[in-house]
């Protein structure tokens, strides 16, 4: 079991960045593929990135894909998610999100019941 805190989220105008950390509890952070996810008022909780266990491989929703980057570091037991180019409709409270079960198929990837645990969520507002 892995306890997940996000920070990092705020006010920024359109086009700028911003960038969000999730520190794991230690333990067994390096065990667990990592991913975002964000939720707009009134709307479903949508997949943002996902990162692997080595951080070798990551995948994007196409809507944050050439602007966000996910990265990790597994001694630092943290994940962060740059956010670059950043749109109005990027407002939602970001969640990060830690799935145990690493290798399973991409078409599962941005499901949320892959992931067992989960952070408090920070809020990130862009202003147009």
């Known amino acids: 079991q892995v306890q997940l805190v996000e920070s990092g989220g705020g006010l920024v105008q359109a086009g700028g960045s911003l960038t969000l950390s999730c520190a794991a509890s230690?333990?067994?952070?390096?065990?667990?593929?990592m991913g975002w996810f964000r939720q707009a008022p009134g709307k479903e909780r949508a997949f943002v990135a996902r990162?692997?266990?080595?951080?070798?491989?990551?995948y994007y929703a196409d809507s944050v894909k050439g602007r966000f980057t996910i990265s990790r570091d597994n001694i630092k037991n943290t994940v962060w998610l740059q956010m670059n180019s950043l749109r109005p409709e990027d407002t939602a409270v970001y969640y990060c999100?830690?799935?145990?079960?690493?290798?399973?198929?991409?078409?599962?990837?941005?499901?949320?019941?892959?992931?067992?645990?989960w952070g408090q969520g920070t809020q990130v507002t862009i202003s147009s």
């Open positions: 990162i692997s266990v080595s951080g070798g491989s990551t």
């Open positions: 999100a830690a799935d145990r079960s690493p290798y399973r198929p991409t078409g599962f990837y941005t499901e949320k019941n892959s992931y067992v645990e």
């Open positions: 230690a333990g067994t952070f390096s065990s667990y593929a």
